[in-house]
């Protein structure tokens, strides 16, 4: 059985919603995502979440599951919360079933094969 978060003053709800401002994602290195399918991509990718949220209804789906697993393999935390607190952590009415904390992993420039793309985009400022 997994811990239950359902206050608000929580300080992993307070955590997690600083992650919505670029001063909390950097001092925290993570950001946040909302929503089983973006959870899932980035379990699939390779990278396991720090942090897991789970929606208490949604504990028992395979995908949720299968990331819950990944993120104690890795040493993550898994946590239940009620809808309520999935709402405030994302500051979505309608939140999604999970919301995780997942590592910022930079990539340097040099670090980048130049050639292993035709075409490249770059993004900056994203919001």
Do not use: Y
Request: hydrophobic fraction near 45%.
């Amino acid at each position: 059985m997994r811990p239950t978060i359902t206050s608000f003053a929580n300080e992993t709800v307070k955590r997690l919603r600083s992650l919505q401002d670029r001063k909390g994602r950097r001092a925290e290195g993570l950001f946040l995502v909302e929503g089983l399918r973006l959870v899932t991509e980035g379990v699939e990718s390779g990278r396991a979440p720090r942090l897991l949220l789970v929606s208490e209804e949604a504990a028992g789906h395979p995908l949720v599951v299968a990331a819950g697993r990944a993120t104690e393999a890795s040493g993550g935390e898994v946590l239940t919360a009620t809808r309520a607190i999935l709402a405030k952590v994302t500051g979505k009415d309608n939140p999604g079933a999970v919301a995780a904390a997942f590592d910022i992993w930079p990539t340097p420039l040099d670090a980048i094969d130049r050639g292993a793309a035709g075409h490249w985009v770059v993004c900056e400022g994203l919001k």
